[in-house]
């Protein structure tokens, strides 16, 4: 089973709000992009949130305006084996310490978890952590297609108040 490996986070010293997902999926890996599979609702979803289109912009440009909004993102796992994208085919995970990780970010106040894996390790990391907002979210992914893209964004717009 191939070993995969996560992206570095894309934070600043500004970041109010951290979204972790778990591991970045294989379209994700080839392109060197956080959620970069066209299935995937994420920046749609993220956008909505922002109330700003960020879908067309260049990917540096995204996380540019990320940062801008004081969004910061990243993963739980820093490495895992697994055949294809889906979190279900995870193996062996080399979850991040997020404890340490959040503690370098003094502007932090909630972290949303984007999906179930995500939310499950995180949660172990990070309930501990007082003065930080906890916040579950459906998974963007277009494999999660229980919760139409509509009742994801309501979901996902919980975020708004930690929105710059």
Do not use: C
């Not at 890996?29 to 109330?51: C, K, M, P, S, T």
């Not at 340490?100 to 172990?124: C, D, E, I, Y």
């Amino acid at each position: 089973m191939p070993l995969k490996f996560a992206f570095p986070p894309s934070v600043d010293a500004d970041t109010r709000l951290l979204i972790l997902g778990s591991l970045p999926g294989d379209a994700s890996i080839r392109q060197g992009e956080y959620y970069a599979h066209r299935g995937n609702a994420f920046w749609h979803l993220l956008g909505d949130v922002l109330d700003e289109d960020v879908r067309g912009l260049p990917y540096a440009m995204r996380l540019k305006r990320l940062k801008a909004r004081a969004v910061g993102l990243w993963d739980v796992i820093e490495s895992a084996e697994r055949e294809g994208s889906l979190d279900g085919s995870i193996r062996g995970a080399e979850l991040r310490d997020l404890g340490l990780f959040v503690s370098r970010l003094p502007a932090l106040k909630a972290v949303a978890f984007n999906g179930k894996t995500a939310a499950l390790h995180g949660r172990k990391q990070l309930g501990s952590q007082t003065g930080l907002t906890l916040i579950d979210l459906p998974s963007s992914s277009g494999a999660y297609a229980s919760l139409s893209r509509e009742k994801k964004a309501e979901a996902w717009r919980t975020l708004r108040p930690w929105v710059a």
